[in-house]
């Protein structure tokens, strides 16, 4: 199995490239802020809860991401491999990950660093916030927030795969299609 974990701060680009690869490599996308937003639309009481969360800049607690996480590894049992988007954000859904992915046999083949500078960052998430209409793209505290929590709680996570010889850095500045050429550079080195 083939099983990416896209990193990086928030507007990195982790979403955009997790579409155009798991076309390439038949992958099933798992992004978290997506089944939570998913959540959120449904209208589900982890949903309202975790609303509140997200529309402040903090974190959704491990055990509601895990959780989530598990459900989506359980309903695709045949799937050739996974790309994790936006998951795991702590070093406690990194140690998770592992144990989720060992119970299957597999394991997480190579963490995928896209580097993005602060000032890029923050002006393609307000940028996105214009299009997207997403509450936590459109304040600039909130976005500084999560900057800020990507730097205390995310970025510890590294260590997590450094330790494991699992972390690839990728610059995340240019077109579209450099940086996921860069991506596919970088994966097909796994295959
Ligand atoms: P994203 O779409 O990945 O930028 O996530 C949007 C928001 O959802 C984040 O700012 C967090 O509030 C929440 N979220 C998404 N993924 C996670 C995660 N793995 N752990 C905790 N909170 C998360």
């Known amino acids: 199995m083939l099983n990416l974990v896209l990193f ?15 076309e390439k490599y038949q ?3 798992l992004s978290t802020g997506d089944l939570l937003r998913e959540q959120i639309a449904a209208g589900t009481e982890l949903g309202i809860q975790a609303k509140s969360i997200i529309d402040k800049g903090d974190l959704v ?16 049992q045949n799937a050739r491999g996974f790309i994790f988007d936006g998951f795991p954000r702590t070093p406690a859904q990194a140690k998770a990950l592992d144990e989720l992915l060992e119970l ?16 890029e960052l923050v002006a393609r998430l307000l940028n996105r916030g214009k299009i997207s209409g997403r509450i936590d793209d459109q304040n600039i505290s909130v976005i500084e ?4 929590v990507y730097a205390k709680e995310t970025a510890p996570v590294k260590d997590h795969y450094l330790s494991q010889s699992k972390f690839v850095s990728v610059k995340g500045v240019g077109s579209v299609d450099e940086i996921f050429n860069a991506l596919c550079h970088e994966i097909d080195k796994l295959l």
């Open 8 to 22: 990086g701060p928030p507007g990195a680009g982790k979403g955009t490239q997790a579409v155009k690869l798991l």
């Open 27 to 29: 992958l099933i996308h």
């Open 61 to 76: 607690s491990d055990q509601i991401v895990i959780g989530m996480i598990d459900s989506k590894l359980k309903a695709n």
């Open 104 to 119: 299957r046999g597999t394991a997480v083949s190579a963490m995928i660093f896209l580097e993005v500078g602060h000032d």
């Open 145 to 148: 927030k999560r900057v800020q």
